[in-house]
Nanobody, 122 residues
Framework: QVQLVESGGGLVQAGDSLRLSCAASGRTFSSYVMGWFRQAPGKEREFVSSISWSGGTYYADSVKGRFTISRDNAKNTVYLQMNALKPEDTAVYYC????????????????WGQGTQVTVSS
């Protein structure tokens, strides 16, 4: 059974940094796409970033240049370094994974973590 456990969320001020981590278990994830979504209060979940097994990365326009995704396949862990945080980054951040590379595939991503709260005060 796939398990994704996020950590690293918290309350910070605008301009600060946070690093989220997500530990995956239940199978070998080295060939899986791993990534992050977020959901702000009253809004739909939105894609933040993803990273393929080979290190190819994608970012939402709203976080480009501020967020960096990385992964450690030996540890089945994905990270999201968030710099220059803004109040509009406040959301629950979800770790996700899927064996399919195409993010437009129906039901992508297949697996979700429970989420970690990130709150950015102005």
């Amino acid at each position: 059974q796939v398990q994704l456990v996020e950590s690293g969320g918290g309350l910070v001020q605008a301009g600060d940094s946070l690093r989220l981590s997500c530990a995956a278990s239940g199978r070998t994830f080295s060939s899986y796409v791993m990534g992050w979504f977020r959901q702000a209060p009253g809004k739909e979940r939105e894609f933040v970033s993803s990273i393929s097994w080979s290190g190819g990365t994608y970012y939402a326009d709203s976080v480009k240049g501020r967020f960096t995704i990385s992964r450690d396949n030996a540890k089945n862990t994905v990270y999201l370094q968030m710099n220059a945080l803004k109040p509009e980054d406040t959301a629950v951040y979800y770790c996700v994974t899927d064996p399919r590379v195409n993010r437009q595939s129906a039901g992508w991503p297949n697996y979700w973590g429970q989420g970690t709260q990130v709150t950015v005060s102005s």
